[in-house]
Nanobody
């Protein structure tokens, strides 16, 4: 079972950027489709972005398309989320996990909090 640790969150002003990382344990990481999900206060957890095991195929929620970029480095067992042009509505705890399309398919890490001030 892969174990995941998210990092890179913080407080940023609107329009700023952050880069989240998801470090995975285990050799199987490179065989998993992975994704980023987020949960804002008082809301359900939602899909943000996904990437295929090879990194060739990516998908994004409409709300982040054109601003966020998902990537992975299988040699480092790490996935990333580059977030640009951040908006206050991006404020949430961000989680990484295995993904089946836009649906979570495995356990989460502890999450990393992103706060965007206006």
């Amino acid at each position: 079972q892969v174990q995941l640790v998210e990092s890179g969150g913080g407080l940023v002003q609107a329009g700023g950027s952050l880069r989240l990382s998801c470090a995975a344990s285990g050799r199987a990481f490179s065989t998993y489709n992975m994704g980023w999900f987020r949960q804002a206060p008082g809301k359900e957890r939602e899909f943000v972005a996904a990437i295929s095991w090879s990194g060739v195929t990516t998908s994004y929620a409409d709300s982040v398309k054109g601003r966020f970029t998902i990537s992975r480095d299988n040699a480092k067992n790490t996935m990333y989320l580059q977030m640009n042009s951040l908006k206050p509505e991006d404020t949430a705890v961000y989680y990484c996990g295995r993904a089946a399309g836009t649906t979570p398919a495995g356990p989460w890490g502890q999450g990393t909090r992103v706060t965007v001030s206006s």
